[in-house]
């Protein structure tokens, strides 16, 4: 049986000495001694000066900035957290989409991180992101699929996706929007 995300991190976790030295503690000191402070600088340095993988150096930079779901309080609601303040508006736009994916199939999983809500199948497929008071952004993952329209390449947005749509209103959770996401759960 495939496993949960937080419990490929847990594994991850007890892997960590065997596969690269060190222990996740041991890790975190050389991180904090680096006085990096931001997730891409510590992969890049885990990667480049001490020859980690990326797994594992993403790891290690979720845990040294408490950036996992899995380091937060268990009772705190990630997807209301997200959605607070400002960004409360954005909320029917996200509740949209997750009924709109929902009807894709039985597998499809929501993982709420910190700063957006990651859609996995057997892997990531797309993830929602409330990225200012006025937009929550749509990062897709389509193999071979050229960016056209409002389905942008992601660039500096997340690494993580290949396609990126910006929504601004409910209305933008269309058919169009709904397509995309189901082309990429079908990749997953």
Known sequence: MAQTPDEMAATMVA???EKTGKTLDQWLKIVKGSK????GEIVKFLKGDHGMTHGFANLVAHKFLKSDAGSQFETADLVAVQHSGEKASLKPIYDAIIVAVQKFGKD???APKIAYVSLRRRKQFAIIQPSTKTRVDVGVNLKGVIPVGRLEASGSFNAMVSHRARLEKKSDVDAELIGWLKAA???A
Do not use: A, C, F, S
Request: charged residues 30%.
């Open 15 to 17: 892997n960590l000495k």
């Open 36 to 39: 990096l402070g931001k997730h």
């Open 108 to 110: 499809v999983e929501i």
């Open 185 to 187: 759960w079908e990749q």
